[in-house]
């Protein structure tokens, strides 16, 4: 089955600064690739996807980039704010239904 | 629009006891999705269903059972209730892929087993 993995674990980032989330999977059928943010006690919110069809994404501040020879994506932020903190997960998906999340990463933004 | 509601919202069970924990949706999203999110971890999906009377184990189904009689309701239920599965409960949907993947989460049932 699908296996997905995320680095780092935790991240600190200066505010103002980027910060680089990635994420690999195995399995190559793989067609569809959330990203969601989830703060303290609350529930996961997507933020950005990216179908297998297209290389790079963005949205604002938050981009995704997809590398399907390599198997990886990766979430990039720019110009992080305070209010960035919280834990992200990455996820990978055949067709919208199975869903295989990465154990996230604690993104701190210091003031 | 309610979105994605889950109850209870807190639940402490004994060990052995049986409880369902329910969710609904009202946006006709034909896919609905149970996970497990314990302490510190990511989600770990349990069963999906990509329509009424359609489900299909995720990755740790064992211990659970769920249902999907109709578009809106997705219950699970768990039977013999262990401390393993101490966790909080996450429900969500979304439409067919053809159009949007989208998964919109529920508020989460926070579980205890004792």
């Known amino acids: 089955g699908e296996n997905v993995e995320q680095h780092p674990s935790t991240l600190s980032v200066q505010e103002g600064d980027s910060a680089v989330i990635k994420c690999t999977y195995s399995?190559?059928?793989?067609?569809?690739f959330p990203w969601y943010k989830q703060e303290l006690g609350k529930r996961p919110q997507l933020i950005i996807d990216i179908r297998s069809n297209v290389g790079e994404k963005k949205d604002q501040r938050i981009a995704v980039t997809l590398n399907k020879t390599a198997k990886h994506f990766s979430l990039h932020i720019t110009e992080t704010q305070p209010e960035d903190s919280a834990v992200y997960f990455c996820a990978a998906s055949k067709n919208g239904q199975n869903f295989v999340f990465g154990p996230g990463t604690r993104l701190s933004v210091l003031p | 629009n309610a979105g994605v509601t889950q109850t209870p919202k807190f639940r402490i069970l004994k060990i052995g006891q049986s409880m369902t924990l329910q969710c609904a949706q009202d946006?006709?999203?034909?896919?609905m999705y149970w996970y497990r999110q314990d302490p510190g971890m990511g989600l770990k999906l349990i069963y999906y269903?990509?329509?009424?009377?359609?489900?299909d184990k995720g990755e740790v189904p064992n211990g659970y059972n769920v249902s999907r009689s109709t578009t809106e309701d997705f219950p699970l239920r768990l039977e013999l209730a262990a401390p393993s599965q101490t966790s909080v409960y996450f429900c969500?949907?979304?439409?067919?892929?053809?159009?949007?993947?989208?998964?919109?989460f529920g508020p989460g049932t926070r579980l205890t087993v004792l």
């Open positions: 399995d190559s059928a793989s067609n569809y």
């Open positions: 946006m006709n999203h034909n896919y």
């Open positions: 269903s990509v329509g009424a009377g359609i489900t």
């Open positions: 969500a949907s979304s439409r067919q892929p053809n159009t949007y993947n989208e998964q919109f």
